[in-house]
């Protein structure tokens, strides 16, 4: 069954660091999605991703974050300075477009972020 | 008004009993509403999901049943086994051809089935 695959599963960095989180959607999916949740909470839309992109973004997505889709395949999401705050479990997700029947967005493993 | 309110936010269910789990919307405009199984150190999994058109959705011993009056839907997990012991989250989505269709989560219950 296909899926969703993020790397790296764990990432430490030093606060004020650049970071990029990767992913590799669905092959066939056409929204692209990073979610983040801080441990103990909820899981958070961070942005949304089509036709190469951003089709909404939260007001947790500021200047410091961007998402690009370099190739075909990879899905990024880059946080320019990171913070202790940004600390969290990022998800990316996927779902296919089109039609209003299909509706379920695919999550990956997650990238645990610890900014120190 | 893009809140999804869930209760309880933990559980402890005796093996074989019924779980229920249950949330709250304001968004009307919500059409899409799904619920996700997480386990530790994963990603959320869709569990099953519900349009507002129908009153209740049954996939083997997972149920919702939904009010659009009341703008409340909750999850049965019927003959609750150990293997269920996970964070379910109920969500909430516009859906439509255009739309981003972000999820928008509950704050999570953790369900713990004792043996």
């Known amino acids: 069954e296909p899926e969703v695959t993020q790397t790296p599963s764990h990432q430490v960095t030093q606060m004020g660091q650049e970071v990029i989180l990767r992913c590799v959607p669905i092959s066939n999916h056409l929204y692209f999605y990073w979610y983040r949740q801080i441990l103990g909470q909820k899981v958070e839309f961070l942005v949304s991703f089509y036709n190469n992109e951003i089709s909404e973004k939260s007001e947790i997505f500021d200047d410091q974050f961007s998402v690009e889709r370099p190739d075909g395949s990879n899905f990024t999401l880059k946080i320019r300075s990171t913070k202790l705050e940004d600390s969290a479990m990022y998800f990316c997700?996927?779902?296919?477009?089109?039609?209003?029947?299909?509706?379920?967005?695919?999550f990956g493993p997650g990238t645990r972020l610890t900014v120190t | 008004q893009q809140q999804v309110k869930q209760s309880p936010q933990s559980l402890i269910v005796q093996k074989g009993g019924i779980s229920i789990i249950n949330c709250a919307y304001e968004?009307?405009?919500?059409?899409?509403f799904p619920w996700y199984q997480q386990f530790p150190g994963k990603g959320p999994a869709l569990l099953i999901a519900i349009r507002p058109d129908v009153s209740e959705k049954k996939e083997g011993r997972f149920t919702i049943s939904f009010n659009k009056s009341a703008k409340q839907f909750s999850l049965h997990i019927m003959d609750s086994q150990p293997g269920d012991s996970a964070t379910y989250f109920c969500?909430?989505?516009?859906?439509?051809?255009?739309?981003?269709?972000?999820?928008?989560f509950g704050s999570g219950t953790r369900l713990s089935i004792r043996p």
């Open positions: 968004n009307t405009a919500f059409d899409y």
């Open positions: 969500a909430a989505s516009v859906q439509g051809y255009s739309s981003a269709s972000k999820i928008i």
């Open positions: 997700a996927s779902r296919v477009a089109g039609t209003r029947a299909i509706g379920e967005q695919y």
